[in-house]
């Protein structure tokens, strides 16, 4: 059995090496480092496969959430409403720009955002809202754009774990993930699910007079050279990172299909173990159907219930088998972003989920071998 990776980013490489080695060496032979005519092919081709009217790159996620928000021309004051079972990179931008972070818990189902504590939490000075599609599925995002009209709030997708997943509104109209509220930003660091060989990130909306406002931020707010009409930052995504991204694009539908086979596999071996709870999708389906693709496993997280999750993990670290906790501690109890006004009982399921979740590896190179191991491993110990 070949080694089981966490994210095989090496045996990805393997089957695209020609592909991404010829469209590198295009940049290099013609010294385009930056702003060149890859990362507008790259743009466009990301612009048509998402079907939304801008796609803005930029130089990592992190970035992307932080201009998005400049972009909206949020001040300091104005509170903006997360998830507080989320990776911290959504709240510090929040802090960074002197607003103020409001965590709310989220769903104990699928780890996504709670509608009923989004509107416990709105207030006068609530300006936004930033749901994250964790783990690779979208927020309830017909609600929540709903919620947003009535109180006249802007929101932002952050969209690093779902590039390409598919939302369905009720009465069927499907989109992609990042292109429904009034701007996203995702994030192509090496392990996401469309990923390069270092920093990128990119930040979407259909609002072309915002887009032209986040093109001249992202470039030191210069709308004509050497005019600075707004403070802004210097964040590009490099010419060499977008011909990864623009080789590898062409295969996400597939990439997308493999992650959810593996799913697929695992649901079905845990399907009957009575201390596991698989992932549950918002859309109610297995997460795996073939028409939906509302779900693309960016990881593959289950709730332990009654296990001893330290002992697993170390029994599994054991038997060759990487895992991950996403994420352990609760963002309203770490020590940059605690507030007096959060109570514990507002965050019950967040305080539940961070000692329960596990998620066992998921990328395109699982074999059924390796499945096979996995999860009889975790079999094994969790029926002792
Ligand atoms: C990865 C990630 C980010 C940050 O992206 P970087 O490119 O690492 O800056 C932001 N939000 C979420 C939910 C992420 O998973």
Known sequence: MRKIQMVDLKGQYGDIKDEVNASIQEVIDNTSFINGPKVHEFQKNLENYLGVKHVIPCANGTDALQIAMMGLGLKPGDEVITADFTFAATVEVIALLNLTPVLVDVNPDDFIINIDAIKRAITPKTKAIVPVHLFGQCANMESIMEIAEAHNLFVIEDNAQAIGATYTYKNGKKV??????????????????????????????????????????????????????????????????????????????????????????????????????????????????????????????????????????????????????????????QKAYRDSRYKEEDFEVTNQLVKEVISLPMHTELDDEQIEFITSKVIDFVNG
């Open 176 to 333: 992609k993930a990042g292109t429904i509220s009034h701007v996203a930003s995702t994030s192509f660091f090496p392990s996401k699910n469309l990923g390069c060989y270092g920093d990128g990130g990119a930040i979407f909306t259909n609002d072309d007079d915002l887009a032209h406002t986040i093109r001249g931020i992202v470039n030191h707010g210069m709308y004509e050279r050497y005019h600075h009409d707004v403070v802004g930052v210097n964040s590009r995504l490099d010419s060499i990172q977008a011909a990864v991204l623009d080789a590898k694009l062409p295969r996400l539908n597939d990439y997308i299909k493999a992650r959810q086979q593996a799913a697929r596999k695992y649901n079905a071996a845990f399907k009957n173990i009575e201390k596991i709870t698989t992932p549950k999708t918002v859309n109610g389906c297995d997460g795996v159907c073939d028409t939906c693709d509302c779900h693309v496993f960016h990881q593959y997280t289950l709730r332990l219930n009654g296990v001893d999750r330290d002992v697993l993990v170390k029994y599994l670290n054991d038997n060759g088998i990487p895992c991950g906790v996403y994420y352990p501690i609760p963002l309203h109890n």
